[in-house]
Protein backbone atom coordinates (compact mmCIF):
# COMPACT_ATOMS: atom_id res chain seq x y z
CA UNK A 1 0.00 0.00 0.00
CA UNK A 2 1.30 3.49 -0.99
CA UNK A 3 1.46 6.35 1.64
CA UNK A 4 2.53 9.70 1.25
CA UNK A 5 3.77 11.08 4.67
CA UNK A 6 4.40 14.90 5.48
CA UNK A 7 6.61 16.27 7.86
CA UNK A 8 8.20 19.58 8.80
CA UNK A 9 5.04 21.59 10.08
CA UNK A 10 4.70 23.82 12.72
CA UNK A 11 4.81 27.27 14.34
CA UNK A 12 6.58 30.21 12.59
CA UNK A 13 6.59 34.21 13.14
CA UNK A 14 5.94 36.15 10.11
CA UNK A 15 8.55 36.78 7.53
CA UNK A 16 10.31 33.03 8.89
CA UNK A 17 10.94 29.99 7.35
CA UNK A 18 10.35 26.07 7.14
CA UNK A 19 10.18 23.37 5.25
CA UNK A 20 8.02 20.73 4.11
CA UNK A 21 9.10 16.96 3.47
CA UNK A 22 6.84 14.42 1.77
CA UNK A 23 7.95 10.66 1.61
CA UNK A 24 6.36 8.31 -0.39
CA UNK A 25 6.75 4.38 0.46
CA UNK A 26 5.30 1.29 -0.39
CA UNK A 27 5.00 -0.47 -3.94
CA UNK A 28 6.15 2.39 -6.41
CA UNK A 29 6.99 1.67 -9.73
CA UNK A 30 7.12 5.29 -10.95
CA UNK A 31 6.18 8.57 -9.58
CA UNK A 32 4.81 11.23 -12.11
CA UNK A 33 3.78 14.75 -10.66
CA UNK A 34 4.30 15.50 -6.85
CA UNK A 35 2.19 18.27 -5.33
CA UNK A 36 1.33 20.18 -2.50
CA UNK A 37 -1.75 21.84 -1.70
CA UNK A 38 -3.05 23.57 1.42
CA UNK A 39 -6.47 24.24 2.92
CA UNK A 40 -6.95 27.58 5.63
CA UNK A 41 -9.93 26.87 7.39
CA UNK A 42 -13.11 28.15 5.79
CA UNK A 43 -11.61 27.50 2.39
CA UNK A 44 -11.26 24.93 0.17
CA UNK A 45 -8.10 23.29 -0.97
CA UNK A 46 -6.07 24.38 -3.47
CA UNK A 47 -3.01 24.03 -5.70
CA UNK A 48 0.18 25.96 -3.93
CA UNK A 49 3.36 23.96 -6.04
CA UNK A 50 3.32 21.38 -8.06
CA UNK A 51 7.29 19.59 -9.69
CA UNK A 52 6.45 16.69 -12.74
CA UNK A 53 8.43 13.67 -13.03
CA UNK A 54 11.02 16.18 -15.67
CA UNK A 55 11.51 18.96 -13.18
CA UNK A 56 8.74 21.31 -14.21
CA UNK A 57 7.32 23.26 -11.63
CA UNK A 58 4.29 25.87 -11.85
CA UNK A 59 3.29 27.59 -8.45
CA UNK A 60 0.50 29.64 -7.57
CA UNK A 61 0.22 32.89 -7.48
CA UNK A 62 0.26 33.80 -4.21
CA UNK A 63 3.50 32.00 -3.41
CA UNK A 64 5.70 32.73 -6.37
CA UNK A 65 9.11 33.81 -5.09
CA UNK A 66 8.65 32.89 -1.65
CA UNK A 67 7.97 29.40 -1.97
CA UNK A 68 10.22 26.13 -3.87
CA UNK A 69 9.07 22.80 -4.67
CA UNK A 70 11.95 19.95 -5.40
CA UNK A 71 11.64 16.32 -5.18
CA UNK A 72 14.62 13.64 -4.95
CA UNK A 73 13.88 10.76 -7.47
CA UNK A 74 16.37 8.23 -5.19
CA UNK A 75 14.21 8.98 -1.88
CA UNK A 76 10.48 8.94 -4.03
CA UNK A 77 10.22 12.52 -1.83
CA UNK A 78 9.23 15.99 -2.39
CA UNK A 79 10.52 19.05 -0.38
CA UNK A 80 8.41 22.72 -0.15
CA UNK A 81 10.98 25.34 1.29
CA UNK A 82 8.22 28.45 2.65
CA UNK A 83 10.28 31.72 3.18
CA UNK A 84 8.75 34.87 3.72
CA UNK A 85 6.33 33.07 5.48
CA UNK A 86 3.12 35.23 5.62
CA UNK A 87 0.04 34.79 8.54
CA UNK A 88 -2.35 33.86 5.42
CA UNK A 89 -0.35 31.01 4.55
CA UNK A 90 -1.72 29.38 7.67
CA UNK A 91 -3.54 26.42 6.57
CA UNK A 92 -2.77 22.41 6.33
CA UNK A 93 -0.61 21.33 3.86
CA UNK A 94 -0.89 18.15 1.93
CA UNK A 95 1.44 16.43 -0.15
CA UNK A 96 -0.24 14.46 -3.71
CA UNK A 97 1.47 12.53 -5.91
CA UNK A 98 0.53 10.53 -9.35
CA UNK A 99 1.90 7.04 -8.40
CA UNK A 100 2.21 4.01 -10.64
CA UNK A 101 2.72 1.00 -8.50
CA UNK A 102 3.72 -1.34 -11.17
CA UNK A 103 4.32 -1.12 -15.09
CA UNK A 104 1.43 -2.50 -16.20
CA UNK A 105 -1.13 0.11 -14.30
CA UNK A 106 -1.98 3.25 -14.76
CA UNK A 107 -1.36 5.79 -12.02
CA UNK A 108 -3.23 6.60 -8.99
CA UNK A 109 -3.45 9.60 -6.50
CA UNK A 110 -2.50 9.60 -3.13
CA UNK A 111 -3.05 11.98 -0.57
CA UNK A 112 -1.15 12.43 2.62
CA UNK A 113 -2.66 13.19 6.01
CA UNK A 114 -1.71 16.43 5.93
CA UNK A 115 0.88 19.40 7.99
CA UNK A 116 -0.24 22.23 9.73
CA UNK A 117 1.68 25.35 9.08
CA UNK A 118 0.36 28.66 11.67
CA UNK A 119 2.45 31.49 10.94
CA UNK A 120 2.04 34.25 13.02
CA UNK A 121 2.04 37.74 12.82
Known amino acids: QVQLVESGGGLVQSGGSLRLSCAASGIIFRINDMGWYRQAPGKQRELVAIITSDGNTNYAYSVKGRFTISRDHATNTAYLQMNSLKPEDTAVYYC???????????????WGKGALITVSS
Open 96 to 110: NADIRETAWTNGMEY
